[in-house]
């Protein structure tokens, strides 16, 4: 019996991992032969030890591998991206009583400078501002003048829906709920539209003036595609703007589903006036649209 007892293992002397966990030069020594995504998904579920020692392991081992300055800048440039060292101040841009009319003088674009309608409606069950352009085209609408002084815009929100008054024409150029995001002597379009391909259908385009790439391609994946769009349906855009990389993340969502969300280069240049319109014949709506930028 008693030779029986001699050969059980001790308690204190199991070499688990919870025993080895609790000495940092034992711990670090089994991370080093696991696998990242162990480390990174599987560690912190096991036990409330390792997930409580998580963040200083990770810290360990980006020492280790001499990354610790890279890491943590990746780290704090994803909780800056929440807003985290700003004040945000919002505009609610969702009412027309806010917006200008601009469709005097005609562009070089247009043929009839006074063919925009504009009301608040309700389509869907959704409250919004309501474009409809009867005929011809031109780059003219309703806009929002800022005056930000040094501060730059650092979101924008909004939904939009359309319907093309002309949906058997496919020959020419269209465009449909315009978000335009530069002054209008710009280069280039600046912001998200809808054009409408020679197949007819429609693909969602985001555009930054300057930009040397051709972003008026039909290819379904060319560069400033975001996705296929169909009409009458509402839509949720979500603009993040990065400063620090001129970078901008655009997100596209229907009610219940996220469809995609890229990154574009944008200029960097100030953000004076946001522009909303039709290029063609057509209807769009835009609602909740607001303008998210640093408070004083």
């Known amino acids: 019996m008693a030779a029986r007892d001699a050969q059980r293992p001790r308690s204190g002397g199991a070499c688990s991992l919870h025993r080895l966990w609790s000495k940092t030069d034992l711990a670090d020594q089994v991370v080093a032969y696991l696998p990242l995504h162990a480390i990174a998904g599987k560690l912190p579920v096991l036990d409330r030890r390792f997930r409580d020692e998580h963040l200083p392991m990770l810290g360990r081992l980006a020492r280790r591998h001499k990354t610790l300055r890279a890491s ?6 994803e909780i800056r991206a929440t807003g985290r ?9 969702s009412d027309l009583s806010v917006w200008d009319q601009n469709d005097n003088p005609p562009d070089r ?4 400078p006074r063919n925009n309608e504009y009301e608040m409606a309700s389509v869907g069950g959704v409250s919004c501002i309501r474009i409809t352009k009867t005929t011809g085209r031109g780059h003219r609408g309703l806009e929002l003048p800022f005056n930000l002084g040094q501060h730059c815009i650092r979101q924008i929100r909004y939904k939009f829906r359309f319907h093309d008054s002309l949906p058997d ?3 020419g150029d269209y465009g449909f709920a315009y978000l335009h995001l530069a002054p209008f002597d710009a280069e280039y379009i600046a912001g998200l539209y809808v054009s409408k391909r020679h197949d007819g259908n429609y693909i969602l385009h985001f555009q930054w003036f300057h930009m040397v790439e051709n972003y008026y391609d039909d290819a379904e994946d060319g560069d400033g595609v975001m996705a296929p769009v169909g009409q009458n349906t509402w839509y949720s855009v979500t603009m993040v703007f990065d400063w620090t990389t001129y970078m901008v993340r655009v997100g596209l969502a229907t009610p219940g589903r996220h469809i995609c969300e890229k990154d574009f280069p944008f200029e960097p240049s100030a953000i004076h006036k946001v522009t909303i319109y039709n ?3 057509s209807v769009s709506c835009y609602a909740g649209l607001e303008v998210l930028y640093p408070a004083e």
Do not use: K, V
């Open 169 to 171: 024409e496919t020959s």
């Open 279 to 281: 290029f063609s014949a």
């Open 109 to 112: 674009h247009q043929n009839d």
């Open 85 to 93: 060292d700003l004040r945000m101040a919002r505009f609610d841009a």
């Open 72 to 77: 943590t800048t990746a780290f704090l440039d």
